[in-house]
């Protein structure tokens, strides 16, 4: 496990399907601990990761200064349920969210506009995550219209 992560950010995220050159959307990443991991297993692919919380942005960026000056990891602050891509952003092969309300049934009102923007933003095939299984479960957006 590595240093400064917790037994269960570290279970989840060795759980995703991840390998190198993947672009990875994390969804309320929060100081963005889970972000730096992921990027660590990515290695030349790229994680983006939101928060609706500017100060967690600004604290996610000041830890990751490493892994955005190397163009692997980047910070951005939206809710799901608002996020769009920017332009020239490219679609994600995998998408995570551990502890998101509004994807983990919390905030029912905001699960199907938050699933419709994740949808948005993956690649056709795209999978998503989140932490309601043992340690994840993924969910299927193909269920959605």
Known sequence: MAAGISERISA??????LKPGLRVLEIGCGPGVAARAVARRVGHGFVLAIDRSEKA??????KSATEIALGHLD???AAIEDF???SG???FDVAFAMRVGALDGRHPEAGLAALMRVKAALKPGGRLFIDAGDPLKEIDLDRLA
């Open 57 to 62: 942005i600004r604290l996610a960026r000041t």
């Open 75 to 77: 910070f951005r602050h």
């Open 84 to 86: 769009v891509l920017s």
């Open 89 to 91: 952003d490219a679609l």
């Open 12 to 17: 989840f995220v060795e759980a995703l399907p």
